[in-house]
């Protein structure tokens, strides 16, 4: 997946369909809200399993945001589009789930490293590449993966979140702002913040191997 | 301006070229920057490749039951804003009064649900009121392939507060069923939601209308006692029941807290919380005459998660109770309000005499996983063997709920007492003289209905 300036589905065709489904869902269709959620919900629950990075707690966290998205409709408004809206609540929620929860689940960088040995060579590699070739071992990939994770898991939320939407979802820094309801140069600060604590934590990594 | 704070100025502009959020003026500054500065360019790089690690890691798919799960829980949601609609409409005042009306046919059911009991009981076990005393006693149910049966009373008659009852053969061949009174954490509000706290904090909503709209239960009348009691009185069948508990114990994706609460009488087993950590810790141990073990072999007993809030519950306390599916239709629930205790019946599945004083109902149950539901693999139901007498009944069901306020529970009043119906049945019976003290049940309703 190539990083491109990729628009919110309700800011191209997929605007008008989510805007008949939002009438439809008004009037108490519930087949409308079921073609909702699944228009929404693979990506939805990506974001919010890559924030938490549990699958039992993302999976209640997506549907709870779908439940109070649909639920209040009626206060939904249209201006930014169902989609940053229904972001917006996810985000919010596991914002909220994290900070409420009394351990936070990290796994060792160093433990990891234990375990795939070699692995950090081959991520660092993967970084000073110029042409950012990736591994062709799958298994190699799936340890570099690993090892990104674990180092995502250490950033700040906030910043994680940014993070995800920007280079997950592809999402611009206006789009990012108005999901997390902060200032575009909030955006900025942030995303860099969390590239360069990612670039730092992956290269001490090799350091420490 | 600091060295450090050009790196800052440096790395966020080299993001916003990477990302292409820059103005044309300023992408050209930085591209000429790149050009001149190898350590621009290698920052540039780095920043690139963490990027695409980001972005190459794998989509995680939604699970499949999600969309049936949302929906399900919106369905339940239009359940609960319809019924608090109404309330609205009528005035918390009036709600009671209002239900009561909608059910006008559940009148004549509820009578005759005391009628035929009262007769069958009393005749059968030859177990009247004391003389002179309020019968308050509600008793569900009557075991037909008794001969010597008769009538209850009607109502208005001296003796009695039972309410005038037509002639039901549905309740005629039901069995006796023991529903001992549900203490609901968090119960609330007029709406009655009960309110699930999971141990993530995340709160779901539901009525005891909906549960039983759900497994199908028409017509449930209720009445609410004092301010700190409602009770249900339905007909449903054992499998109606067993699947309005279950999918209490089982709500949506939440533990739910649930405590059975307590009547004074003769019970073997007390499980107080302190007892089910010394229980737990004795069972750790091996100490097969704990309590609870000796519960659990009797009763093959499930456990349910405590998730517990400040309103005195534990934080986290985990209980072996019996699931309403399986065993407590044939269990009596009792205690104090600081215990609870549970007996099992006495059972006899192999006894085929029509004389069933002996024979009470027990299922064989398969074991079941003693691990918290899984929410994405709840585990499969038990598997219960019906009845050889009659595979189809129905029974009369008087569910008792008691609310439990956020703050710590006021002492409950010493003379409110739980109908225990004990079962025609089981030897054990409780005898007159060992009656709960009078409840007020039959004549909250007899004076509502005679109000109206």
Redesign the interface.
């Known amino acids: 997946m190539s990083i491109s300036q990729n628009s919110m589905p309700d800011d191209n065709n997929g605007k008008s369909e989510d805007d008949l489904l939002v009438a439809r869902c008004r009037k108490g269709d519930m087949n409308a809200f079921g073609q909702l959620i699944e228009r929404h919900q693979g990506r939805i629950f990506n974001v919010i399993y890559r924030m938490v990075n549990n699958h039992d707690d993302a999976m209640e966290l997506t549907q709870e945001a779908f439940f109070r998205a649909l639920k209040n409709l009626k206060k939904f408004r249209g201006s930014a589009g169902f989609y940053t809206w229904l972001f917006r609540i996810g985000i919010n929620l596991t914002l909220n789930f994290r900070s409420r929860r009394s351990k936070i689940q990290f796994s060792s960088i160093d433990s990891q490293l234990e375990r795939t040995g070699h692995q950090a060579d081959g991520l660092l590699a993967v970084i000073k590449s110029d042409d950012g070739q990736r591994p062709d071992n799958q298994a190699q990939l799936k340890e570099n993966h690993q090892l990104l994770l674990d180092a995502m898991e250490k950033l700040d939320q906030n910043a994680k979140a940014v993070v995800i939407l920007r280079d997950m979802e592809e999402l611009n820094y206006t789009q990012i702002a108005k999901i997390l309801e902060i200032p575009i140069g909030t955006v900025k600060s942030r995303l860099a913040r969390a590239r360069a604590s990612l670039r730092g934590m992956l290269q001490e990594t090799k350091i420490n191997n | 301006m600091s060295k450090n704070d050009n790196t800052?100025e440096t790395?966020?502009l080299l993001?916003?070229y990477?990302?292409?959020?820059l103005t044309p003026a300023k992408k050209e500054k930085v591209e000429q920057m790149l050009k001149k500065n190898s350590e621009a360019r290698q920052m540039l790089?780095?920043?690139?490749?963490?990027?695409?690690?980001?972005?190459?890691?794998?989509?995680?798919?939604?699970?499949p039951e999600?969309?049936r799960?949302?929906?399900m829980?919106?369905?339940r949601?239009?359940l609960l804003d319809q019924s608090d609609d109404l309330a609205e409409i009528a005035g918390r005042k009036h709600l009671a009064f209002r239900r009561f009306a909608a059910a006008a046919a559940m009148i004549a059911l509820t009578g005759a649900i005391a009628f035929i009991i009262h007769s069958t009981w009393s005749d059968a076990n030859n177990l009247t009121p004391p003389s002179g005393a309020p019968n308050n006693q509600v008793t569900i149910a009557n075991n037909d392939t008794d001969p010597t049966n008769k009538p209850l009373p009607k109502a208005g008659t001296t003796n009695t507060n039972t309410l005038e009852v037509a002639d039901n053969t549905q309740l005629k061949n039901t069995k006796p069923i023991t529903i001992p009174p549900l203490k609901v954490p968090e119960f609330q509000y007029s709406s009655l939601a009960l309110i699930v706290k999971?141990s993530?904090?995340?709160i779901g909503r539901f009525t005891i209308e909906e549960l039983l709209t759900e497994e199908n239960i028409e017509n449930p009348m209720a009445q609410s006692i004092d301010g700190q009691q409602k009770q249900y009185a339905f007909l449903c069948t054992l499998g109606q029941f067993k699947g309005l508990f279950r999918s209490v114990n089982q709500n949506s994706?939440h533990p739910i807290d649930l405590e059975l609460i307590d009547q004074a009488g003769k019970y073997q087993v007390t499980l107080t919380q302190a007892s089910i950590s010394e229980a737990m810790k004795l069972a750790s141990e091996g100490n097969q005459k704990t309590q609870l073990a000796d519960l659990m072999q009797l009763a093959s007993l499930n456990r349910i998660t405590f998730t517990g809030d400040t309103s005195g519950i534990a934080q986290s306390m985990q209980t072996y109770i019996a699931t309403a599916d399986i065993s407590l239709s044939d269990m009596h629930i009792s205690g104090n309000e600081e215990n609870t205790t549970v007996k099992p019946a006495v059972t006899d599945p192999n006894d085929t005499t029509t004389d069933t004083k002996n024979s009470i109902y027990q299922p064989s149950i398969t074991a079941n996983s003693d691990t918290k539901p899984d929410?994405?693999n709840p585990p499969p139901a038990p598997q219960i063997e019906p009845p050889k007498s009659n595979p189809v009944k129905k029974v009369a069901v008087l569910l008792t709920i008691e609310i439990i306020p956020t703050k710590p529970a006021p002492q409950a009043p010493q003379n409110i007492s739980t109908p225990i119906i004990p079962t025609i049945d089981d030897p054990n019976t409780i005898t007159p003289n060992e009656m709960p003290a009078p409840i007020t049940t039959i004549d909250a309703w007899t004076e509502f209905i005679n109000n109206q």
């Not at chain 2, 990477?18 to 959020?21: K, P, Q, R, S, V």
Request: zero cysteines; glycine letters at 4%.
């Open positions: 800052i790395n966020a993001n916003a990477l990302d292409g959020e790089s780095d920043l690139k490749n963490v990027s695409t690690m980001v972005n190459s890691l794998p989509q995680a798919s939604a699970p999600l969309i799960d949302v929906l829980d919106l369905e949601d239009l999971s993530n904090g995340q994706l929410t994405n």
